[in-house]
């Protein structure tokens, strides 16, 4: 493929074509990745609001504003929701969507059907896990872990619930298997493996974990599903089943879907920090391996989850050894990041600023990470909110930072507009701030021995979860702040096709809004993906106008 | 404008190792999706040996062995019928097709007898014979239904995609030159057949 046959007018992928069918039958990458970006919000929103309401009830002793049956249901829902339709889609279906074909130089992905079906999924399956608010006995309240036997004995409707999740995990897999392929064979000319950018790889990576880690989750819902149509004992120890089993197979898939949340904000980072420093990465292959690293161990380490379930004194030892192993290769990144920034020219920008609280936050999610991992300690905080306080900030601090990060850093690309910086700064500084009012005493809490999932506690711990409850008013605010920003910023300045003088070929070689097929010819790699010797002339003779 | 003439395929070139390519990796994961089961299987057979032996031999072998013969004949006309179709022989590739989908329609008959024989018998979950069962062979017989009726499922879902090929390669789509979908449905088939490969001894020969 050489010059891609287009007219010389410059109509960008918004002015294509017009009207509401077009997004809905449309096979651009780009496009699509909008319209999981809407739907993904959505969500994000309704189960951030539904933590709201979580704090708010915890945030004296006793019940507050909920029955002890609706907190259930509600931390349910707002687990299912983060984790399926949120976290575990979000930076793949948005920013893989959008910004992997450009930063190969490919004119679309390889599936383009597959993957608009995939979006279709992902509505499909989110609207099933909504649903269950409406009919029955209400939306399910085992947790999002779907643990049996409770979740095969509850009234409330786990069986849609899990259906939902079993229709999203297809989604995640087709989107895995289009990423993989499209990388196989769509690179442009002369960009080698190890001249692909880390957020590619990062993808590329996650992209493995998806195809060969969710059939199994999927597999084991139906099985529930089935336990529970056909009044079979799978699981149930009354008939006969394993519980223990079950939660084998959970998380045989759920901890390598941790690193599916994960690897692609690391990517993300990966991309944003020598934007800003105008250095190249440092350990560009390291990187590369310890991705592929964390991939692969992650899924080895499954069993550290069940340290109290009653497991083999050598399989925990096992296990616990595995989880200090997956530790090496996600702190050598860090360590990357952070000689990355030595010596660069440092431009303090809103998408570094978020770039930067990953690093702090997903460094103190990883070290508390490995106070769970290890068993002695374990057994004293499993299943307390030293537990919640980590994964949040892993999962929030890292992806959902990244996340943001990501929105802030493609904006200018995705509308062509520049939202107000200042106050995108602003909304970051609270946002950090009421995060770690938010999940910090929760490690208090969790050490101090407070478990998890409950709508009430000891009067002890009144104070830390009262700093808490307020600082998730801050976080909203800051979260207020911030879109309210973003959407006035559609009305922005006009960007330019390189605002941030990036050297890739998202960047370089297209045009914001960038047009149907990205590129007008096939981009010639000219250097390596974070080469900034002379970028200022390179970037001045690819500019588009 | 003129570039609103531009269409997909001038872009991006049809590429027929991506395709086989992202049909390997979806073998993978339909593998993956019984491998799950298979780890069920595994585990309660270790913990209740005698009570599969004793559900096992309540498997009719015949039925069993014959629907095994039915699918590994199956997985040689759908790939003697790529190979007509590479040599361009479209009409031999399309009556292949059809010997191979009536070889799936075999086996579903099959398969309808046998289950009806062990409903008239009660086996299945909730039944008068099944309730009887010791939690043993009631977990025996709960793995045979899923995992033969996932089974099923896949075979009426291979048998729809090579109807679906077959009316393409009548219509001149599916040609000696771009052959991959036809390629792609056959790998799908001989996943269906892999399958029953494992099922068929785990159920019916091993005691």
């Known amino acids: 493929m050489t010059a891609i046959p287009q007219s010389g007018a410059y109509v960008n992928f918004y002015q294509e074509k017009r009207g509401f069918l077009s997004w809905l039958v449309t096979e651009d990458h780009k496009r699509i990745a909008l319209l999981y970006f809407w739907a993904i919000s959505v969500f994000f929103v309704v189960a951030f609001i539904l933590g709201l309401i979580m704090r708010l009830e915890l945030i004296a002793p006793g ?55 995939s979006w279709y999924l992902y509505v499909l399956g989110g609207i099933l896990a909504l649903s269950t608010l409406l009919y029955g006995e209400g939306p399910a309240d085992t947790g999002w872990t779907f643990y049996a036997p409770y979740s095969v004995k509850t009234g409330t409707n786990v069986t849609v619930a899990v259906l939902a999740a079993f229709v999203l995990g297809f989604s995640s897999i087709l989107t895995g298997v289009n990423f993989i392929v499209t990388m196989h064979q769509m690179r442009a000319p002369g960009m080698s493996w190890m001249k692909m950018p880390l957020f590619p790889w990062a993808l590329y990576a996650t992209a493995w974990i998806q195809v060969l880690a969710t059939p199994v989750v999927g597999i084991t819902l139906l099985m529930i599903v089935a336990e529970r149509t056909l009044g079979i004992g799978l699981f149930d120890p009354a008939l006969g089943g394993d519980p223990v089993l079950y939660q084998h197979l959970f998380w045989i898939y759920s901890h390598p879907a941790v690193y599916i949340m994960v690897l692609p904000a690391m990517g993300l980072v990966s991309e944003l920090l020598p934007v800003f420093v105008k250095k190249s990465i440092f350990g560009y292959k390291v990187i590369v391996y310890s991705s592929l690293a964390i991939a692969f161990i992650g899924y080895f380490v499954w069993g550290h989850h069940m340290f109290t379930s009653g497991m083999s004194g050598p399989a925990r030892i096992i296990f616990s050894v595995l989880t200090f192993l997956v530790a090496i290769p996600s702190a050598i990144k860090v360590f990357n990041w952070v000689s990355t920034l030595y010596k660069g020219s440092i431009e303090i920008r809103t998408p570094l600023l978020y770039a930067l609280a990953f690093i702090f936050l997903f460094t103190i999610g990883g070290l508390t990470g490995l106070v769970v991992g290890a068993l002695a300690t374990d057994i004293h905080v499993h299943d307390t909110y030293f537990v919640v306080g980590h994964f949040h900030y892993v999962m929030f601090g890292g992806t959902g930072f990244a996340f943001f990060g990501a929105i802030h850093f493609y904006f200018p690309k995705i509308w062509g507009r520049m939202y107000n910086q200042k106050m995108a700064n602003v909304a970051f500084s609270i946002l950090f701030v009421g995060f770690n009012l938010v999940y910090f005493p929760m490690l208090v809490l969790g050490m101090m021995g407070m478990p998890r999932r409950y709508y009430d506690y000891l009067p002890e711990f009144t104070l830390p979860n009262q700093i808490s409850t307020v600082g998730s008013w801050i976080l909203a605010i800051g979260l207020i702040l911030m879109i309210t920003n973003l959407i006035r910023g559609r009305k922005g300045p006009k960007a330019s096709s390189n605002p941030w003088g990036s050297v890739t070929l998202d960047w370089t070689h297209t045009q914001s809004p960038p047009t149907l097929y990205n590129f007008e010819k096939t981009p010639e790699i000219e250097r390596g993906p974070y080469d900034y010797t002379d970028y200022e002339a390179y970037i001045k003779k690819n500019l588009q106008s | 404008m003129s570039s609103h003439a531009v269409s ?26 019984f491998g799950g089961l298979f780890i069920v299987y595994a585990t309660y057979r270790f913990m209740n040996h005698e009570a599969f032996h004793e559900g096992s031999a309540e498997l009719d072998l015949v039925i069993g062995a014959i629907n095994t013969v039915f699918l590994l004949t199956s997985s040689l006309t ?53 309730n009887q069962l010791s939690n043993g062979e009631a977990q025996f017989f709960n793995l045979y239904f899923l995992m033969t009726g996932l089974h099923a499922i896949h075979v009426i879902v291979g048998a729809i995609i090579l109807l679906i090929v077959a009316y393409h390669i009548k219509k001149g789509n599916v040609t ?32």
């Open chain 2, 78 to 130: 759908v790939a003697l019928s790529i190979t007509a179709l590479q040599k361009g022989n479209a009409k031999l590739s399309v009556n292949l097709i059809m010997i191979t989908i009536l070889f799936a329609g075999a086996f579903m008959m099959n398969k309808y007898y046998e289950w009806t024989l062990k409903f008239e018998h009660g086996l299945f979950p909730g039944m008068e014979h099944y």
């Open chain 2, 8 to 33: 997909h395929n001038d872009v991006i070139h049809f590429d027929p190792y991506g395709k086989k390519l992202g049909m390997w990796l979806f073998l993978f994961t339909e593998v993956l999706l």
């Open chain 1, 63 to 117: 019940r507050t504003l909920l029955d002890p049956q609706t907190y259930n249901e509600v931390f349910t829902l707002h687990g299912v929701i983060m984790i399926f339709l949120f976290i575990i889609p979000g930076i793949p279906a948005i920013f893989g969507n959008f910004s992997l074909p450009m930063l190969i130089g490919a004119p679309d992905v390889a599936f383009p059907k597959l993957n608009l079906i």
């Open chain 2, 176 to 207: 000696k030159d771009r052959y991959i979908y036809l390629e792609n449905g056959g790998l799908y088939w001989h996943l269906v057949d892999v399958i029953w490969i494992y099922l068929f001894p785990l159920f019916y020969l091993i005691i």
